[in-house]
T-cell receptor, first 116, second 113 residues
Framework: GAVVSQHPSWVICKSGTSVKIECRSL??????MFWYRQFPKQSLMLMAT?????????EQGVEKDKFLINHASLTLSTLTVTSAHPEDSSFYIC????????????FGQGTRLTVV | DAKTTQPPSMDCAEGRAANLPCNHS???????VYWYRQIHSQGPQYIIH???NNETNEMASLIITEDRKSSTLILPHATLRDTAVYYC??????????????FGTGTKLQVIP
């Protein structure tokens, strides 16, 4: 299957700082990528849809000024958690949709963010 | 997207078939049934998908009822590495491939030695 790579796999940051997470589709071009967060023992919650060359679409209740999404190319989307706080600690997962193949969604390995 | 209902947990003996049910009684005619699984602390992994015919690949089989209101994912010979949370999702797939993938609570499958 297709490969989607996330970086970093884990990160620890101080409260008040910003953290950038990258999501790359390695062997296909993805006009659409999704960002999720997952708290322990819970399901994945969709945060936003990232569209190449346009503004991201955020789900209800997700602060767009706090979770900045940039999809500058067909193979890269970034999520920046700004002014991070301990409650932002979570598992963040990206997904890229492979068009022309039934719209299958392929997922990155996730990024564990811990804010101290 | 139509909602799905799955049992929260199941056990299966190693080497036996694991049959994971999913109800999607409000599925629309153009919605596909997708299955993903998530092993602890990893991203979800695509397993299989189908529209109305039964499907089989190297990982699993997907059985969809004739009325499409439910489906069953079958892992023919479960191994310990199949222990994971399995998610059943229904979604429209258009030519551009854009469609949100929204997760329910899934079924936690525990394969027992």
């Amino acid at each position: 299957g297709a490969v989607v790579s996330q970086h970093p796999s884990w990160v620890i940051c101080k409260s008040g700082t910003s953290v950038k997470i990258e999501c790359r589709s390695l062997d296909f071009q993805a006009t659409t990528m999704f960002w999720y967060r997952q708290f322990p023992k819970q399901s994945l919650m969709l945060m936003a849809t990232s569209n190449e060359g346009s503004k991201a679409t955020y789900e209800q209740g997700v602060e767009k000024d706090k979770f900045l999404i940039n999809h500058a190319s067909l193979t890269l989307s970034t999520l920046t958690v700004t002014s991070a706080h301990p409650e932002d600690s979570s598992f963040y997962i990206c997904s890229a949709v492979k068009p022309l193949q039934g719209g299958e969604a392929f997922f990155g390995q996730g990024t564990r963010l811990t804010v101290v | 997207d139509a909602k799905t209902t799955q049992p929260p947990s199941m056990d299966c003996a190693e080497g036996r078939a694991a049959n994971l049910p999913c109800n999607h009684s409000t599925i629309s005619g153009n919605e596909y049934v997708y299955w993903y699984r998530q092993i602890h602390s990893q991203g979800p992994q695509y397993i299989i998908h189908g529209l109305k015919n039964n499907e089989t690949n190297e990982m699993a089989s997907l059985i969809i009822t004739e009325d499409r209101k439910s489906s069953t994912l079958i892992l023919p010979h479960a191994t310990l590495r199949d222990t994971a949370v399995y998610y059943c999702i229904v979604r429209v797939v258009n030519s551009g491939g854009y469609q949100k993938v929204t997760f329910g609570t899934g079924t936690k499958l525990q394969v027992i030695p």
